[in-house]
């Protein structure tokens, strides 16, 4: 069996490498890839967004399963594209990826299915939102409605705060047209969670929980990124939770993939807020995350490629997926400038020197010459499975060290309750 899995981070080098131990996987491309898997598959040198390069690489290789990873190729329709040629593929349809391409169109499907979530209001002018910011407390959160990278939310502390971040996405432009219309939201407190659901066929299947972090320095400050580390399971997750989420949450949402046609196969990450009232849902993802991908892997026990097989098939039940009970913990060290213009081309040193318990999930790197170089802010995502969450932060932040490359960051605070 040939598998094809799309894009070139650490979410889809966890990915290879637990294909990778598929009896029925013969072949495993990445494209494009980058350092780091082409240890376990053969790297393709094409852009994920050449849906049309990619599908005749696909007809013209017989590949037997595509998996898409990021989130541009599903939000321009490459499942439709392939599944006309009657290829099967794991990811959301076109329709389907509006949940993540546009958060006005997330914010309206929980709102029409009374999924919980912050309460907010949509805005296509900035005389108009500026003047609407006084129907909100501080913090607020602005939110650009189109795909950013994991970077189109801010959290603002004042009114000043608020109109130049309003400024900077609906005239300055920072991120396209993505800020072309802007979410103001009510700030939530409590325990940020994630959960990812596999999808077959509109049904959702939950993996184990996890708790990702996404702003670039120690404490959760500073501007967000597209998460720096991460640990699973979440403490949050208890049975009484899960119950919930199953009856407030997840009941809500399948019954609105229902009734709006939006019956995929792939995977839908749900970002959680845990407050005092309850559970509420701060975004979707239609995708695998990045990094709670890297943490998820290494716990499912259950061959990938089955899971998905049987996704597509829609066969796929709860008692499918099969879990380790011991905790899985990623610290993810970044390129010196990330989340803004970084620096490339670092050579990275001391890979060969880390404990083998210890596995590393590129996320930006490339091979030269035989030398690995950095090529992305986020660089590694350097993971281990332990007993407890506590042993695994001990565990990698001993070896963390070994790890160099000039401007090398990471926080030390991951795992850390």
């Known amino acids: 069996m040939k598998v094809l899995v799309i894009g070139s981070g650490g979410r889809e080098h966890a990915l290879c490498w637990k294909i990778s131990q598929s009896k029925g996987v013969s072949k495993i491309y990445c494209a494009p890839g980058n350092g780091g898997t082409q240890q376990v598959a053969q790297n393709i040198d094409m852009d994920p967004n050449d849906i049309d390069g990619l599908l005749k690489f696909a007809l013209d290789e017989s590949i037997d399963l595509t998996i898409v990873g990021p989130e541009d190729p599903l939000a321009k329709g490459i499942v439709d594209r392939f599944e006309e040629k ?11 990826a509006q949940l993540e ?15 919980p979530t912050a309460r907010y209001g949509r805005y296509g002018n900035i005389d108009e939102a500026i003047e609407r ?5 501080y913090p607020l959160v602005i939110k650009a409605d189109g795909l950013c990278l994991g970077k189109g939310v801010v959290i603002c502390d004042t009114k000043e705060m608020a109109m130049e971040t309003l400024k900077a996405m609906m005239e ?4 396209g047209a993505a800020g072309e219309n802007i979410i103001i939201e009510e700030f939530l407190e409590g325990a940020e969670a994630s959960l990812l659901c596999f999808v077959s066929q509109g049904r959702l299947i939950p993996m184990e929980s996890a708790k990702d972090y996404k702003q670039i320095y120690e404490g959760d400050e500073g501007p967000n990124t597209g998460g ?36 995929y196969n792939g995977v839908l990450f749900i970002g959680l807020m845990l407050t005092e009232r309850g559970p509420k849902v701060l975004e979707f993802n239609v995708r695998f995350g990045d990094p709670e991908t890297q943490v998820l892997m290494p716990r499912l026990e259950s061959d990938i490629v089955d899971i998905i097989q049987k996704a597509i098939d829609g066969n796929l039940t709860r008692g499918g997926l099969a879990w380790t009970g011991r905790s899985c913990l990623t610290v993810v060290n970044t390129s010196k400038g990330y989340p803004g213009e970084y620096e490339k081309g670092k050579e990275i040193k001391g890979l060969d020197e880390l404990g083998q318990h210890i596995i590393v999930f590129h996320n930006g ?27 695994a932060r001990d565990s990698i932040y001993k070896d963390m060290d070994r790890i160099s490359f000039d401007g090398m960051y990471f926080r030390g605070d991951i795992g850390k309750m």
Do not use: W
């Open 365 to 391: 790197t490339e091979v030269k010459d035989g030398r690995l170089y950095t090529d992305g802010g986020r660089v590694m995502s350097i993971t281990t499975l332990a007993n407890s969450l506590e042993e």
């Open 228 to 263: 720096v580390g991460c640990y699973s399971p979440s403490e949050h997750f208890n049975e009484e939770l899960k119950a919930r989420i199953d009856g407030e949450i997840l009941s809500s949402i399948e019954l609105g993939l229902k009734h709006e046609y939006l019956s």
């Open 172 to 175: 300055d432009r920072i991120f």
């Open 101 to 115: 391409s546009s958060k006005i169109y997330a914010k309206e499907f929980m709102e029409k299915y009374e999924i």
């Open 86 to 96: 009657g290829l099967r593929i794991f990811g959301a349809n076109g329709r389907s």
């Open 133 to 137: 910011l006084k129907d909100f407390q």
